[in-house]
Nanobody, 117 residues
């Protein structure tokens, strides 16, 4: 199993920045792809950004150019730098871990991001 613990959420004004961090523990060899998803009230969970062990990144269209995902393979952490935040970025952000091929997908407990206008 993989345990994912997020940190760094909070309240920020529109136009501001926040940095989220996720630390993985347990069977980290299965964490081929790690990333972030978010869910706002009344909406489906959506992709924010992912990064795999090859360093290939994937971003949701709404965050391209504003958010940057990075990964420390030695520390088993994945960070999300969020700049130019908008009120519509407010959501619970979830860290995610996926294996290469078949296997279990893991989620963190989520961290709240609130953006005031």
């Amino acid at each position: 199993q993989v345990q994912l613990v997020e940190s760094g959420g909070g309240l920020v004004q529109a136009g501001g920045s926040l940095r989220l961090s996720c630390a993985a523990s347990g069977n980290v060899f299965s964490t081929y792809t790690m990333g972030w998803y978010r869910q706002a009230p009344g909406k489906q969970r959506e992709l924010v950004a992912t990064i795999n062990r090859g360093g290939i990144t994937n971003y949701g269209d709404s965050v391209k150019g504003r958010f940057t995902i990075s990964r420390d393979y030695a520390k088993n952490t994945v960070d999300l730098q969020m700049n130019s935040l908008k009120p519509e970025d407010a959501a619970v952000y979830y860290c995610n871990s996926q294996p290469k091929g078949s296997g279990s997908v893991y989620w963190g407990q989520g961290t709240q991001v609130t953006v005031s206008s």
